[in-house]
């Protein structure tokens, strides 16, 4: 049921993510990411609690999937307390890469019956 659940939730966030409307970063030689200089970086739990929805948040991860949608793409990044979707409407990065995003967060609510299995997500607006 868990599965059916998530995979609706992702299907109606990528449908509605092609209605509406990063580079990798290197890596020290422990597998750290180097962040830039006076870069707060949000982790993805804390993002997806919170639902500031229009924050310009700072988020990075590890990419570990992408969706091509009808003139963008999503793919999904990962950090140690969770993972999250991005929009763009430009490349996706391939999987395995790290990267640094700089993008406003959203909420797609995904009504099924009487329960909202909405998904928070962030349209990105720069790769760092």
Same mark, same amino acid.
């Given at each position: 049921?868990?599965?059916?659940?998530?995979?609706?939730?992702?299907?109606?966030?990528?449908?509605?993510?092609?209605?509406?409307?990063?580079?990798?970063?290197?890596?020290?030689?422990?597998?750290?990411?180097?962040?830039?200089?006076?870069?707060?970086?949000?982790? %993805?739990?804390?993002?997806? *609690?919170?639902?500031?929805?229009?924050?310009? $948040?700072?988020?990075? /991860? !590890? +990419?570990?999937? @992408?969706?091509?949608?009808?003139?963008?793409?999503?793919?999904?990044?990962?950090?140690?307390?969770?993972?999250?979707? %991005?929009?763009?409407?430009? *490349?996706?990065?391939?999987?395995?890469?790290? $990267?640094?995003?700089? /993008? !406003? +967060?959203?909420? @797609?609510?995904?009504?099924?019956?009487?329960?909202?299995?909405?998904?928070?997500?962030?349209?990105?607006?720069?790769?760092?």
């Amino acid at each position: 049921m868990l599965g059916k659940i998530q995979a609706i939730r992702l299907s109606a966030l990528l449908l509605v993510a092609g209605v509406v409307g990063c580079s990798p970063l290197p890596q020290s030689g422990a597998g750290m990411l180097i962040l830039r200089p006076n870069v707060d970086v949000t982790n %993805i739990q804390a993002l997806q *609690q919170e639902q500031q929805l229009d924050r310009v $948040v700072h988020i990075q /991860g !590890k +990419v570990v999937r @992408q969706v091509p949608l009808v003139q963008k793409q999503a793919y999904e990044i990962q950090d140690r307390t969770g993972s999250i979707w %991005i929009v763009t409407q430009k *490349q996706a990065p391939k999987s395995g890469e790290a $990267v640094l995003v700089k /993008g !406003k +967060v959203r909420y @797609q609510q995904i009504p099924i019956g009487s329960q909202d299995l909405g998904e928070v997500y962030v349209e990105e607006q720069t790769k760092l």
